[in-house]
């Protein structure tokens, strides 16, 4: 919005050229979402205490019982902060915005029925897992198909690989579908699982999306793609700013998440932000790169996964309690140590993936 009102006024004010240039605007996204945490943050707190009082915001089984009655939703608050900054600073005229956006709104309401159902107890643990699943993957096939569209290339159907430039899998559409499906919903879930402590999920979603602007920015740009050897996205780079926005959102979210945390996150916003994340890295080409940068997010599933598994065939825990930040819990770890040292793994995974665009 702010680009299309300023950007025709260049001829008449010359510093008005600054809001052209992608890297500016995605700093103002950022800034931006964070602002109206800041700013409204502690009325959103307040009033979601008063509206959930009573309600179950923890679950039984977990070893956090002294936090009953913070309440929880706070993904609204990141959804609507992401979302104003975006209208604000992006090109609307990209059609990826738009798309994005579909993604990151649908996700979400998905996210708020699961947490009202919950939280109403008008149905019994809020969505039943596979109709979340079922939900997930229709929003996620509707993007996939419109992405292929827009992008129009035999690119959108291929897949690419870190430290592979040779490597290209074309899918075909259907296959394509199946595997974005996959890499959106696993990425959601995987980030619904990390949302287990107070601060612990903010700071690796904030190194993740900015992480994920900057590789939207480099396949946006075909000087850049054509150095790296990598597939150049035309309009990608846009994406960036939800990118950036998503960031600052997180950042204005933790102010009041750190522990002792004032409100949770929910489904509300653990849903959207994973779908985003997943979105952002399929758009881009970069599925894979996106399972070293959110490599906590995999460590968190794969300890889920090896849990079941491993009970289920020889009765047996492998962990004391699953995911994984539970298990540290049940072993003695502080919660806040778990959430710093959590977030330094997050940090060189990031700078890791970082990499890959180099190391080809």
């Known amino acids: 919005m702010i680009h299309a009102l300023l950007v025709p006024l260049v001829d008449y004010i010359n510093w008005f050229n600054v809001f052209q240039y992608l890297t500016v605007r995605a700093g103002a996204a950022m800034f931006t979402a964070f602002l109206l945490w800041l700013v409204f943050g502690g009325r959103l707190v307040a009033a979601f205490r008063l509206w959930q009082k009573g ?32 209208l604000m600073w992006a090109n609307l005229a990209n059609p990826y915005v738009w798309l994005m956006m579909f993604l990151f709104v649908g996700y979400g309401a998905i996210g708020f029925m699961d947490d009202y159902l919950n939280l109403t107890r008008r149905w019994k643990k809020g969505l039943p897992g596979r109709l979340r699943l079922a939900l997930g993957a229709l929003v996620g096939t509707v993007f996939l198909l419109g992405y292929i569209y827009i992008n129009g290339t035999a690119v959108a159907t291929e897949i690419y690989f870190p430290f592979l430039k040779e490597l290209v899998v074309g899918l075909g559409i ?127 599933t794969l300890s889920v996964i090896i849990q079941v598994a491993g009970y289920k065939l020889t009765k047996k825990r492998i962990f004391k309690m699953a995911p994984l930040h539970h298990h540290f819990e049940q072993i003695g770890w502080p919660e806040s140590t778990i959430v710093v040292r959590f977030w330094i793994i997050s940090v060189v995974l990031a700078l890791v993936g970082l990499a890959t665009l180099k190391l080809r």
Request: proline content about 4%.
């Open 174 to 300: 259907w296959g394509f579908v199946a595997f974005g499906v996959i890499v959106m919903v696993g990425t959601a879930n995987a980030v619904n699982l990390t949302d287990g402590l107070d601060g612990l999920v903010s700071i690796p979603v904030v190194l993740v999306a900015t992480t994920m602007a900057i590789l939207a920015y480099v396949m946006g740009r075909v000087d850049y793609t054509a150095y790296l050897h990598l597939p150049h996205i035309a309009g990608a780079g846009e994406v960036a700013i939800m990118c950036a926005a998503l960031a600052g959102a997180m950042l204005g979210f933790l102010w009041y998440n750190a522990p002792p945390a004032r409100i949770f996150l929910g489904d509300s916003g653990s849903l959207p932000v994973g779908a985003m994340l997943g979105g952002v890295a399929v758009l881009i080409k970069q599925e894979f790169a996106l399972l070293i940068i959110g490599g906590l997010f995999v460590m968190e």
């Open 55 to 86: 309600g179950e915001t923890v679950k039984d089984i977990l070893p956090h019982q002294g936090k009953a009655g913070t309440p929880s939703m706070g993904g609204i608050g990141v959804v609507g902060a992401v979302v104003i900054s975006t």
